[in-house]
């Protein structure tokens, strides 16, 4: 099948079709931040946070496949604000404290928080009274840093395709959980998988932290989205 | 007519402390009470967290000696990870850690001499406040600020080399450390352009004590008679009776010299050491059970270090050391300006342990950890730049933190500096009808001598004004006066 061609921000882009933008966009050094977005799972368009205009109306950019002739507009003003306030919304409504989180400097939210240069978020806290649960033997699971992107939903299947991890309840009171029988037969790279596919602080593996010192870490030297484009 | 004298901040100290003086009809001190007036609660913060977490997590009690806290911390989980009750380490996770201590050891004694305590030296208890501060001394002793500023820089930077950051870093784990030296890293601390590199800092160390056995000589009556009375002191020591501040076991003497703590395990402290509640202040009173409440308090810090240890493994700071006992015949050393004295030993002592690890080559060794069967409950000690530091954790099933205990160098030092207020305060305030600004600088400086550092218990920072009130039997305001 033939390229599609597409503008994003005024710059005339190629891509394959079925290709999302955020896909397309990356493959043309165009950044478009995500979160729930994760490479090898289907993407599920949880967040908002890779939120463009097409035609004048707003589309998460990991769901929308391109199109022939499509005119997106990502790094505009309004849509960098939008973006900045779901991000605020996002550290308001769980208790990150990045000072003593282990995912400090690896934590895509916080590197989110920076390339925003949010200082204050413009929502009052709502400090959730969330718990941690940490009854499995290789996870420790911290509620209180889940920003519910459902990467861990996705991607921690067993082979017969049960989900190791799930939502809770509706609305405000949704939360993570873990399946603890499955959980109780995870392997240390199964659970290493999961806390790297975890965009913040929420599941960590037991027994090791911080072992990547400061300085090595992700996005210590090169900020979030540096390596695609600005 | 009785009346009460309020210090309130104390200045020139890190965190939030306030001084009562009692005066009664006859104008003679009461009653004395230094007061620490803010709760922190990371003993709570603490309980639920996983246990890989305490150190990083536990260091936010303080942004002046968190290395200390983030060590201490560590060697307790070290227990709980297996690794050894401080021996069983390897030769570079051991050796990284020490470095990063004694780094913060030279950066805090630098900073407390120079920054917070010359002033008084340089200007007087009674000089001008308007200079009688680092600025001023900035001002008029230069070479003397750019020495403070450039030693402390110089411990920052080894901290940051093993700790990744300056303030707050992550560089110890369980059962080690995240990262070792690079040959570039350790050649910049030895061969850094001047001052920057050990040997100006071991010569710059050298030359602080100089000065202050210079100013000891021209002013005997302020550092001999100044808040002297007699005290228990407890440290940590090496296993041969060595100064030690990164590991060793927990040895205590009385007034008179007697070993009233023979060299015990600190795994087992609870055995020697209680803690008493006292309704006034928010820190606790730790105290010898041996001895009793009464009996029991004790000094820690440079000056019960000195005391306790039978020498200091290092050449030139042996032989400051042997200057420094003979100047009491060898007898325990009660007299609480020499604690600036002798911390300025530790600061030349700890330029020559950082010199000595910096042609370690175990620095550049690529096994970081070590692990073993997992415990629930783990003690970790260091002595800390104002003294002996207490962090206790043990963990349940689930590796959570469920109890969390310190007892931090500022709360075991609590009755001492409350019996150094009350001496300076009777010296000082008894019988005079009028209260100077400069006879309150000398309350304050009774607490400097000890600890500036009151940030473990409590949180504000910075300079704040001094605030005095003179209050009459019915607490009537008689007189206020501010800076």
């Known amino acids: ?56 109306r707003f589309m998460a950019a990991c769901t929308t496949p391109v199109g022939e002739g499509m005119i997106v507009e990502s790094g505009t003003p309004d849509i960098e604000d939008m973006r900045k306030a779901i991000v605020e919304m996002l ?40 718990q941690v649960d940490a009854s499995t033997p290789k996870i420790f699971l911290d509620k209180n840093r889940c920003v519910q992107c459902l990467r861990c939903v996705r991607g921690a299947v067993t082979p017969d395709g049960k989900h190791v991890f799930g939502l809770l309840n509706r609305g405000d009171r949704t939360a993570i959980a873990i399946d603890h029988a499955l959980a109780s037969k995870m392997t240390d790279e199964m659970a290493q998988k999961a806390m790297d596919s975890c965009p913040v602080g929420a599941i960590l593996r037991k027994e090791v932290g911080y072992v990547v010192p400061i300085g090595m870490r992700k996005f210590d030297s090169k900020p979030i989205g540096s390596d695609i484009g600005q | 007519m009785s009346r009460k004298i309020t210090i309130e901040p104390v200045t020139r100290v890190e965190g939030h402390g306030k001084v009562t003086i009692h005066m009664d009809d006859a104008g003679k001190v009461s009653q004395t009470r230094f007061h620490i007036v803010e709760f922190r609660g990371f003993e709570r913060f603490a309980q639920g967290r996983p246990y890989w977490e305490m150190p990083v997590l536990v260091q936010r009690l303080c942004g002046i000696c968190p290395v200390s806290h983030h060590l201490a911390a560590a060697k307790a989980i070290d227990v709980i990870a297996g690794a050894g009750t401080g021996e069983g380490l390897t030769p570079t996770g051991e050796k990284m850690r020490r470095l990063m201590h004694y780094g913060q050891m030279f950066q805090s004694h630098a900073l407390h001499f120079f920054h917070l305590v010359s002033p008084d ?30 030693m402390r820089k110089f411990g920052q930077e080894i901290i940051l080399a093993t700790a990744g950051k300056k303030i707050h870093g992550t560089g110890a784990i369980p059962g080690g450390i995240n990262k070792n030296l690079s040959v570039a890293e350790r050649d910049s601390f030895l061969k850094g352009a001047d001052p920057l590199n050990i040997e100006k800092m071991v010569s710059w160390a050298q030359g602080a004590l100089d000065f202050f056995k210079d100013y000891h000589s021209k002013n005997k009556e302020l550092i001999d008679d100044f808040a002297v009375f007699p005290s228990n002191h407890l440290s940590l020591v090496r296993k041969d009776g060595a100064l030690d ?17 023979n060299d015990v395990d600190y795994q087992d402290y609870l055995t020697y050491i209680g803690e008493e509640v006292r309704s006034w202040s928010y820190m606790k009173f730790p105290y010898l059970k041996s001895l009793g409440k009464e009996k029991g308090w004790y000094t820690v810090g440079p000056l019960a270090r000195l005391n306790t240890a039978d020498f200091i493994p290092t050449p030139l700071a042996q032989k400051e050391f042997e200057i420094y006992k003979a100047y009491t015949k060898g007898k325990v050393n009660n007299m609480s300006m020499h604690m600036h004295w002798a911390r300025l030993i530790e600061l030349l002592h700890s330029a020559e342990v950082i010199r000595d690890l910096l042609n370690d080559k175990d620095l550049q060794g690529d096994n970081l950890v070590a692990k073993g069967p997992k415990k629930k409950e783990g003690v970790g000690l260091v002595e800390a730049p104002r ?97």
């Not at chain 1, 990150?96 to 806290?125: I, W």
């Not at chain 2, 008029?140 to 020495?147: F, G, N, P, R, S």
């Open chain 1, 1 to 56: 099948m033939a390229d599609i061609t597409l503008t994003i921000d005024g710059k005339t882009c190629k891509a394959k079709p079925g290709q999302s933008i955020v896909d397309a966009a990356k493959e043309n050094g165009i950044y478009i931040p995500v979160l729930c977005n994760y490479e090898g799972l289907k993407p599920a368009g949880t967040c908002r946070i890779c939120t463009v205009r097409v035609g004048g």
């Open chain 1, 91 to 130: 550290f308001v409504e769980g208790n990150h404290m990045c000072p003593c989180c282990e995912k400090s400097g690896n934590c895509e939210l916080q590197a989110l928080g920076y390339r925003y240069q949010m200082l204050v978020p413009r929502f009052p806290y709502l400090w959730p009274a969330s």
């Open chain 2, 121 to 150: 030296l340089l200007f007087g208890a009674d000089g001008d406040p308007a200079i009688r501060n680092v600025i001023g001394v900035a001002l008029m002793h230069k070479d003397l600020a750019v020495q403070g500023v450039m």
């Open chain 2, 387 to 483: 003294g002996t530091l207490f962090h206790h954790y043990r963990v349940n099933d689930n590796d959570q933190v469920e109890m969390a205990n310190l007892i931090v160098s500022t709360t075991n030092n609590n009755e001492p500096m409350n019996q150094a207020v009350n001496y300076v305060a009777n010296w000082a305030f008894n019988g005079k009808k009028e209260i100077t600004e400069g006879m309150m600088n000398r309350v304050e400086m009774a607490i400097r001598a000890y600890d500036p550092c009151l940030s473990c218990a409590t949180h504000a920072l910075g300079q704040m004004p001094l605030e005095i009130e003179l209050l009459g039997a019915g607490g009537i305001m008689l007189d206020r006066k501010r800076r």
């Open chain 2, 245 to 261: 501040l990164y590991h060793g076991v927990l040895r205590a003497v009385d007034t008179d010299g007697k070993k009233i703590l």
